[in-house]
Each structure stands twice: as C-alpha cells, then as structure tokens.
C-alpha cells in the first residue's frame, strides 16, 4: 500500500504500524516506551503524529498504516502533546541525571528533539536508594520513568516475569521479586532489561560513557552452542562493553549473564603471558617462545623416532575456531603421522555424531532456532536450556506462553518442566525404553504419518514389530513414568504438527547414547516431522564450536565434514593437497588415550584449549595417564587442573583475540572478529599451531584464517560456498555446496542424506546402565550445568558471576534430607566407587527421592572424581548422568547466609 510522511510518498506492507515505515524512511518520531524488539505498547503517549481525517493526534507506535493515509509527523498538536508528556516526566527526573554526558539516555535526546528544556511543573520528587549489590545492574529508581520496558523486556524476551510494577499514581515505581533487590529475586541477570532501559535506571555497574566509545567489533560468543553474536565496544583498545547485536541471526538482540557480562576473564590477572617450562623440582619457570617450541617440537620428533607416530596424540578444542581445529588436526595427520586426534565432543555429542548420520545421513542439527517460533509442539528430553542454552531457552518460553505445547523428559524438574503440558520424569538412565514406548503408543494408536513413511523410511515394518514389545505398563516398571502420562506424551506429539525435538547430554550421556540419539529420531521419523519448517530434531550443542570441531576432522576417524580416513579417495584427495601421505586407521579416542598413557604405548600428548582433569570422568584415572606421559604440552589461557601434570604450558588467546569462525548448534558458520591483540608476551593460537608444524618439519607458510577457511571449503564440498567474505555479512548454515548457495536452514526437504536416500527407523532394546543403586550406594548422581558458570568455570569463575554462583551444591530431595537429617546448607559427603567429594547440600525438589544432582563447575569439588569409566560402547561418550553414589553428612552449614539462596539459582522452581 501507498500512503504519504511528511509529504514523503512511501510504500508499506498491510501489518506495519506509521512507526515501522517512519523509522525505515530515516523519519524521526521520538519514543520512550518503544522497543523494536518488543510488542507495540502506546503507553507513553510521545510517538504522537497528526493522521488526515483523524480526530485527533494518534499514536505512531501502535497505529497501523493504511493504503492513502497522509501522516504529518510535525502536527503542532501531536508535537504539544509529546512536549506536554515530556514536562510531566522531567518533573520527577533528577537534573543531574539529565545533565550528565556521555551515558544512553534516551529520554535527554528526546527532549532535546522536542526542544523540551526545562519541566514548567514542580513538585515533590521521589528520593529513593541506589542498590548497587548486583555485581552486574546497579538500580537507581530515582531515574525511573516506569515507561515499562524493562517490565515487558523481563516478561517477552527473557520470560522470567522477575519484574513488575508497584503502588498506584505517585507512588508506581519498578519492583523484583517481591520488592526486594535484584540479586535476590527470580531475575538471571540476562540484561534486557539494561539494554532497553532508556534512562539510566538500570545500567551496567561499570559506566560507560557512550561518546568515548572508539570502535565496535562484531563477534561471535564463545560460550554455549547457541552463537549469538555480540557488539563488543573498546576504548583505547580495552573492552568496555558487550552487547548481544541486534540483528543476530541466532539471538535476535538478546544474550545472558555469561555472554553479556562474564567476559572479564580475558584481563584476568593470572592470564597467562609467556611459555612456562618445568624445572627439575617440578617449579615453573618462564622460557621464551623459541626455547619452548623448540623443546616441545624436538621432544615429539624423539618420540616419533622412538616409538612412532602414534605415540604422540591431541586433543583439540571445541572453544577454539574452525581454522585452529582444522590446523591441529591437519599438524597432526601430515607433520607428526598419527591419527590420535580427539575433541571434547566425544564426552559429549559423539553419539549425536554416530545416530544422526546413522538414522538420517549428517552429523547436525535439522532445523533453525528460528523454528521453535514456528513449532507447535516442542518435545525437550535431556536438556535444561534455560541454564545450559539461555537464549534457547527464553526462546522456548516465549514459544509456549504463546500457545505452542511442551513435552519434558528428564530425571530432574527443570524450569521448563514447571511450563510442561506433560512432564515424564523418567529415572535416569532409561531414555531408551521410554522413546520406544512413546513409538509403541504412536503406531498402535494409529498416529503415524504413513505417507511420509511409505516415500521417505526404510525399515518401517521391523521397527513398528520391534516396539510392539514396549507398551506402556513395562516402560512404567523400567522408568517409573506413568503409563497414562506416556500415552498423553506420544499422543500429543503425534498430533501437534509441526513438531520439533531438542535435546542435550541427558541423552548422549548414557551408556546407550547412540541407541538413546537414534530412538528419539525414530520418533521425529514415524511422524513425518523432517524437512520442514517447525519440525525435525535439534542436538543442543554444549560448548561454542563443538559442532565445528568435529566438523572440522578433529576426530579420530574422520576428515573434514566426518569422511572417513578409511576412505582411499577421501584420503587422495587431502594427501594431493598436503603433499603428505596420510594414515589411513582410525585413531585413539580420548578414553583410548588414557588407555594407551597407562600402559605406555602413548608417551606425549598435545592438550589445546581443554581441562580433561576437570572435566573428564573417573579424573583419578586421567590423573594417573597424565603422569605416565613423557611430555604433555597444554595450551590454554590459564594454569588450569590439567596443567598441573604438564611439561610445557602455552598461553592460549582468547575469542576476542582471534579471527575465524564458530559454528553454533544449528550449523550456522559465524565469524569471529579480533577485537583485541592477545596480552603482550602471548601469541595468537593460529600462529602458534603454525609455528609447531615448521618446526616439525611440515612449514605451511604465513598464518592466515581466511586462507585456511578457503582451503576447507575446496576439500570440503559442503562447505565448497563458504568464505569470510560470505561471512562477513551474515551467517551461513551448512551445507553451502557453493558461492551462490545462501546455506541450508532445513535439512532433508527433499531426501536424507543416507545412501538409500531414506530415514532409517533403528529398532534397538534398552539395557540398563553400568550402574545402579545398591545398598551401599542407593543414590543415583545426575552431572550438568547451572546458569552462572560454563563447563570447567575456568572462566567464570575468574568473573562477577563467581559472586553470583559462589560454590557449588548437592541438589536432594526433601524426603531424603528428612531421612538423612541433612538441612539446607549442611556438609555432605558423597561418595562412589571411586572416591569422595565433600559440598553443600541444597534441599529441593527439582530432584526426585533417590537422585542426587551436582554440577561440574568448581575444582574444589571435584565431580569427576565420582563418575565412572562406562560408556557408550560405540564411540565411548562416558554416562556421566548415572553414577551411584552414597549421601551423607558430615558437618552443618557453615555459619553466615546461605550463598545459593537466590532465586535464579536451585531453589528458583520449588
């Protein structure tokens, strides 16, 4: 349609406001209560404009254009009823706060637009005091004009509902929680309400002065596998702020308390700066880089010459870029000869890997983050999004309170299963016995998608016989999750299409991850969920590039985009370019490794960006294979747990000190940008995985990221179209077969990528997990995640979040704290078959009576100790989610306030 602006011809679509079209023609129309990435509100009433044939001056943000409309944004009347609106808000806005430079503040600029100085109205103002105990937000009320975003922002981007209003007339103003402080409310410190706040109400506590701002670089956060893309602003070179960039494709303008805020770790002060060399009595000493990478490339070529290229092994790094992943297992494969390269995904999403390619051809994500505003039914098994995956999560949230249904599977109630139209707490280490309960009820209900599996399934009668066996009365004996509520569960998925799965470690880290990966897609499969919008199943990648690194062919057994070293043409054709002959054998997984140290076959190992004596399960035993190497070289930022072990220490760099790319979960390929030089003394980790491979004796010339990324796509052809000038603009999904292809956001439109071109329906029996309660270990132990921290915590805990999170503690039930006269707070000891590990316990009900949870977070507590060797047999992901364990305790709570007490933490949902 076609209507006029100030005399402007312009052309609109049907659903947009005059606000939209003003804002796209470079057209000024102040605002204080709009934000474009919420819904339209018309409470402040300064977006007026006159409309021809109105009554009146008409709101610009809510008011829908239409085809002839004639729009005068300078009406004097409208423009008399901002300026009106204006006066009555500067009467209860402090003058210092309006005269102060340099910070946003939209409501100076508006009043500067409408040549509003001075407030003709005088009156009482409120006096009220500034809470600075966030160490994030600082809330100073007394510049509050409760125009509500931050409200709205709270309720529809983040939906925590932790803000709301107040009093009535005068005495309106913003509250958390329960009027009490930020800190200790619901909030998550995600920072919508910062970023939308127009005044200075809510600010960052670290003031930035907006005009001293010199540059923004646009990068990728390093953090979980969700990719948002972030603005980080530098002064001088110094980083003084992050915020989520308002057009990122996988967030949309929004982050979380570790993307936005926990970013001070990259000026930590025990940064390392320079190559550390043991001394003979085991001390550190500092060694110039020439002195280190000369012992490091001569130590390995001795072992190479003594006892063979696979005596030497790495361990790459699903934090680093696509290139440095590339690049090590390139180092690896053509200057050392060995195929002993792994990342963490094996204790992560290898079975992701193994099922998706097995059940429907490639090893990623089918759908887009996009899509769960477009499902109608989200089944989420195995995950807690709204700690693990934030952005994700919020998303989810925001889906469901507009209506869309949500099935949760999982051992403990998460967040999301108290918004859950049916929720099955199954016991842990049962997925597989419940997915094929849920297909038992899909086919005898009659709720397949028979079309779809006539044209695009294999193996559909088998599979449809095999889960006869799993009605729901035996999937109640093994898992404990009702019959009645199995039924609900399949019934609603079936019929509530488009519907799409999401799922996490809860699934791939069991002894039957690969069967629990496969069984799940059988059920996306039987109802015709694939290949379309809203639909399909989507692995909630753990750490940034997790994805990438293996895409990469930092695996054992795979080159580039996981074709296989057994394959003599796929080899060819890396040996014609490396000008190497390769390996062809698969090599040692990361468990095989600590096989292999233990009984000396492997005597030197490479360890870039990972803490595997942290993270890694049953650490007594990778403590004992690290201190058998005869080198062990870790590359990372700080002097972390795995260091403790090592000969030689590198500094690493962290993501703002580098350039290459991160693909996120949803097989989007992002750049990452250099903001800043690494600290001086350091080395950017490209340059330094070049600099080993020339001292090995295999030179590769100049480091340069665009390059290698142009050298993976001409070896890659799903990446044949992929390139940082592609890149510079947006993100692109794989597969990207060439320049002109504008990437893949849905997976399987037309076929799977399996030789037969079909979807493979895998019939496979649940068999117990390697362990189970006993009398002398009657808990059931669940590892993962909580908000404030990320994996190892190596680096949030060198942040603010540390004041947010500042210890970890045991989750258990009421009932068994009753039994075990356990309290809030209280020392436990908790203790497997391996070891013991002493914490706090935090009594709740997000757990079920005879489970315990404990995150992996904080190296004084040792998790890892506790968990076990079982694992996947196929690609030996260890079953980190089901650990018998003893409970019992020791000592009560330390004196002073329980610091796990917020309410963004455990206790949030009880």
């Known amino acids: 349609m076609r209507l006029s602006i100030d005399g402007r011809e312009v052309v609109a679509s049907d659903r947009a406001t005059i606000l939209d079209v003003a804002r796209r023609e470079h057209i000024t129309i102040p605002t204080l209560c709009y934000d474009p990435h919420l819904a339209p509100f018309g409470a402040c009433r300064v977006c007026m404009v006159g409309v021809a044939g109105a009554k009146g001056p008409v709101p610009a943000c809510t008011t829908l254009v239409r085809d002839g409309m004639v729009v005068d944004t300078r009406d004097e009347r409208a423009l008399r009823v901002a300026r009106g609106v204006v006066e009555l808000v500067l009467s209860d806005y402090p003058e210092a706060a309006l005269a102060r430079e340099g910070d946003r503040n939209e409501l100076r600029e508006v009043a500067k637009h409408l040549g509003v100085k001075v407030s003709r109205y005088v009156g009482e103002r409120h006096s009220y005091e500034r809470d600075d105990r966030h160490p994030y937000i600082k809330v100073d009320l007394n510049e509050c004009i409760v125009c509500g975003r931050c409200v709205r922002a709270c309720d529809e ?466 403590e004992q294979a690290l201190r058998s190497l005869d080198l062990l070289v870790v590359h990372d930022l700080f002097e972390n747990v795995t260091a403790r072990f090592a000969h030689v220490l590198l500094p690493g760099s962290s993501f703002l000190e580098k350039t290459g790319t991160f693909t996120n979960a949803e097989r989007r390929i992002q750049m990452v940008r250099e903001a800043v030089a690494p600290p001086a003394g350091a080395k950017a980790d490209l340059e330094i995985l070049y600099d080993l491979s020339a001292r090995l004796g295999y030179p590769m010339g100049e480091a340069n990221a665009s390059a290698v990324m142009d050298e993976i796509a001409s070896l890659t052809p799903e990446l044949r179209g992929v390139s940082h000038d592609r890149l510079a603009k947006r993100g692109l999904q794989w597969p990207v077969p060439d320049v002109s292809h504008p990437g893949t956001p849905v997976l399987y439109e037309q076929r799977f990528a399996t030789p037969s071109g079909r979807a493979g329906l895998f019939a496979v029996d649940w068999t117990p997990p390697g362990e189970v309660a006993s009398e002398r270990f009657p808990f059931i132990l669940i590892t993962g995640r909580q908000l404030a921290h990320y994996n190892s915590g190596t680096q949030t805990r060198r942040t603010g979040n540390l004041e947010l999170h500042p210890e970890d503690q045991v989750e258990i039930h009421p009932d068994d704290a009753s039994r075990l006269g356990i309290g809030a707070g209280d020392v436990v000891e908790i203790e497997s078959e391996r070891g013991s590990v002493r914490t706090g316990a935090c009594v709740t009900t997000r757990v079920a009576p005879g489970n315990v949870f404990l995150s992996f977070h904080f190296p004084e507590v040792k998790t890892n100790v506790l968990t076990s060797e079982h694992s996947d047999p196929t690609v030996r992901c260890p079953e980190y989610k089901v650990t018998a364990v003893d409970v019992r305790r020791v000592g009560p709570a330390p004196a002073g306030p329980n610091p796990i007490a917020r309410g963004f933490r455990q206790n949030a949902f009880d």
């Not at 770790?265 to 060694?287: C, F, K, N, Q, V």
């Not at 099955?424 to 997925?431: A, D, V």
């Open 157 to 622: 981007i983040q939906g925590t509902f932790a803000l709301a209003y107040a009093g009535r007339g005068w005495e309106t103003r913003i509250v958390a929680g329960i009027d009490g402080a930020f800190a200790d409310s619901a909030c998550v410190s995600c920072g919508a309400c910062v970023q939308t706040c127009p005044t200075g109400a809510l600010d960052e506590a670290a003031f930035r002065r907006v005009e001293t701002i010199d540059r923004t670089v646009t990068t990728t956060c390093a953090y979980c596998g969700v990719g948002c893309s972030l603005d980080v602003h530098l002064r001088d070179n110094v980083v003084v702020a992050i915020d989520p960039s308002p057009e990122g494709p996988a967030n949309l303008g929004h982050s979380c308390v570790k993307g936005r805020f926990a970013h001070q770790y990259a000026r930590a002060a025990d940064r390392l700066h320079s190559p550390l060399m043991r001394r003979s009595d085991g001390s550190w000493r500092e060694a110039s880089w020439d002195e280190a990478m000369g012992f490091v490339a001569s130590k390995l070529t001795e072992t190479i010459k003594q006892h063979g290229p696979d005596a030497v092994a790495a361990i790459s790094s699903s934090r680093c870029t696509n290139e440095e992943n590339y690049i090590l297992q390139k180092v690896f494969r053509a200057a050392v000869g060995t195929n002993n390269i792994d990342n963490c995904s094996r204790v992560c999403h290898s079975p992701t890997s193994l099922g998706l390619i097995r059940s429907l051809g490639e090893s990623g994500g089918t759908n887009s983050f996009e899509d769960i505003d477009l499902t109608r039914c989200l089944l989420l098994t195995g995950a807690n999004p709204t700690e693990g995956h934030p952005v994700v999560g919020a998303r989810m949230k925001e889906a469901v309170l507009r209506g869309a249904k949500l099935i949760v599977i999982d051992p403990r109630r998460i967040e999301l299963a108290t918004l859950a139209d049916v929720f099955l707490q199954l016991r842990p280490g049962t997925n597989v016995a419940v997915y094929n309960g849920l297909a038992h009820v899909i086919v005898r209900d009659g709720l397949c998608d028979e079309a779809f599996l006539s044209e695009r399934a294999e193996f559909v009668e088998a599979f449809k016989a095999h889960v006869a066996g799993y009605d729901p009365a035996r999937v109640e004996a093994i898992s404990g999750v009702p019959a009645k509520e199995l039924e609900r569960a399949a019934r609603l998925y079936a019929s509530t299409g488009p519907a799409s799965i999401f799922y996490g470690l809860g699934v791939t880290e069991q002894s039957q991850g690969v069967s629990g990966v496969r069984t799940l897609t059988n059920l996306a499969i039987l109802t015709g969920n694939f290949g379309k919008r809203g639909a399909g199943s989507n692995p909630l990648r753990g750490q940034n590039n997790v994805q990438g690194s293996s895409d990469m062919g930092a695996l054992p057994n795979y080159l580039t985009m996981y074709r296989s070293t057994t394959n003599d043409a796929v080899r060819g054709t890396f040996e014609a370019r490396w000008g190497r002959k390769l390996p062809r054998d698969p090599g040692l997984m990361i468990p095989e490794m600590f096989d292999a140290a233990i009984a000396r076959k492997l005597r030197a190992m490479y360890v870039f960006g990972e803490d595997i004596a942290q993270t890694d399960p049953d650490v007594g035993r990778v």
